[in-house]
């Protein structure tokens, strides 16, 4: 019996990090069936920025995405990653929406659930997790995992085990920004292991270039599940080369068991869309290399491809590094929020417009005042109350479970948006992405039946990138 459980980020987070989730469906086809066959413990294949990069990029219904998936790797659990009251959009949805988006999920193919909250806040998670259960999903409840004044192993533990105690199946410790140390993480798992009985997943990404190190001595603490990538989109921003740890762990008590042979016939097919994405100039090699750097600024793979194609994008790459070091005096004043989204996103803009206006503050988005008004949460440190009134003004702050004033929103999201209803799910792409969304489905229904209303067959029709 296999010692450690590994979970193959490839289909999601690897991608994530490296091409900012362009991999497309069709990219995805040619390896499904023999990833299928490797014996991975689970295949991360959805949530995260998948569903709005389908919709908003690629053109392609992330619903359907999922059932092809499902249907091709029938012998694998297949994974997402959710962010509680967030679900993968960018802010607090009523309840009644989480628990309906959790049901069909599940209902679509998902069996594991990673559910986190960017602040830690456990009451951002109730309702998914309560929803997860009732639908038979498997609850894995993140421990986003940050450095700063208040996050102790004792912090740490005691967030777990309020996590075990809502219901949790297994933890996951989410090392989204790869601050972890190899002994660090040695007595992290120790603490959590005799903290609580359910199994502990690791996750952490190889930005710093610790991760292998990392997931060792993890292992060697008792960790019971690792997170890795085919190693043509592993290392950089994206995490450990799951062929390495393999074969470093091959003929020990900590064997995973997997076939060395088939991931390298795997790897193979990997390898040759990592060329497509560096001569697309989707992948920028940049990504690909380690940067200490990041145990400063604590900057997420995902977060850091996206700066840089932003700053590109705006003719400022040269401010990069003044960005990355504004970030960690942002994240203080913000209350050490960890930074993953929508943290990550909120805390790197505001950290934009501070060093592109010349003056910290002078202009402040509207995500930054809610982050600080209370709007996703309580923070893990208190924000200091003159610099709260400094952003807000007058504005009372948010104490209670921020959905906790949000009505019933579900009847009210599918009246908006009935005309372009094809499937159930079609509320929830639309509850999320709005006008992101429609667009999508406009595309759908033009490329179904033509501008002028006939039918189209798009058997043969190339898939847009």
Same mark, same amino acid.
């Given at each position: ?95 009644? $929406? ?178 497509? %994405? ?20 604590? $900057? ?35 209350? %050490? ?129």
């Amino acid at each position: 019996m296999p010692k450690i459980k590994v979970t193959e980020t490839v289909l999601r987070d690897a991608h994530q990090s490296l091409i900012a989730t362009r991999m497309t469906t069709e990219d995805m086809l040619p390896m499904l069936e023999s990833l299928d066959k490797v014996g991975f413990y689970s295949l991360e294949c959805w949530g995260g920025a998948t569903f709005d990069s389908c919709l908003r990029f690629l053109n392609e219904d992330p619903w359907e995405r999922l059932r092809t998936i499902r249907k091709m790797c029938p012998n694998t659990k297949l994974q997402m990653l959710f962010r509680g009251q967030n679900m993968l959009g960018y802010r607090h949805y009523a309840d009644d $929406v989480v628990e309906y988006f959790v049901k069909k999920s599940i209902d679509n193919g998902i069996d594991i659930l990673r559910i986190f909250d960017a602040l830690n806040d456990i009451r951002n998670l109730q309702t998914s997790i309560k929803a997860a259960k009732q639908y038979g999903g498997h609850v894995q409840a993140a421990i986003s995992y940050t450095t700063g004044p208040v996050f102790t192993l004792d912090y740490f533990a005691d967030y777990a085990k309020r996590l075990e105690n809502e219901g949790a199946d297994s933890i996951c410790i989410k090392d989204m920004a790869g601050l972890l140390t190899p002994y660090g993480t040695y007595d992290l798992v120790k603490k959590l292991k005799s903290t609580v009985k359910i199994p502990i997943q690791l996750h952490t990404h190889y930005t710093s270039g610790l991760a292998s190190m990392v997931l060792m001595k993890g292992i060697e603490a008792g960790v019971d599940g690792i997170d890795t990538a085919m190693s043509p989109l592993a290392l950089g921003t994206s995490h450990a080369p799951t062929e390495s740890m393999v074969a470093a762990l091959q003929g020990t008590e900590n064997d995973t068991g997997l076939d060395l042979k088939l991931l390298t016939e795997i790897r193979d097919y990997v390898q040759t869309l990592r060329e497509k %994405y560096i001569s697309s100039g989707l992948l920028n090699t940049k990504m690909l290399g380690v940067d200490s750097k990041t145990l400063l600024y604590q $900057v997420p793979g995902g977060m850091l491809s996206n700066l840089v194609s932003q700053l590109k994008d705006a003719g400022k790459l040269d401010k990069l590094t003044d960005v990355l070091n504004e970030v960690p005096r942002v994240r203080k004043d913000a209350g %050490y929020p960890p930074l993953v989204t929508p943290t990550s996103q909120i805390v790197g803009t505001q950290a934009v417009l501070n060093i592109i206006a010349g003056e910290r503050y002078k202009m402040c988005s509207n995500e930054f005042k809610g982050l600080l008004k209370g709007n996703y949460g309580k923070t893990p440190v208190a924000i200091d109350p003159e610099f709260r009134k400094k952003i807000i003004g007058d504005e009372k702050a948010i104490e209670c479970r921020p959905a906790d004033l949000l009505k019933a929103e579900l009847d009210t999201i599918r009246s908006e948006m009935t005309e372009y209803l094809e499937q159930e799910e079609d509320v929830l792409s639309y509850a999320q992405f709005g006008q992101v969304a429609v667009k999508f489905f406009q595309n759908r229904r033009n490329e179904k039946y033509g501008i002028d209303g006939a039918h189209v067959d798009m058997k043969n029709k190339v898939h847009p990138v």
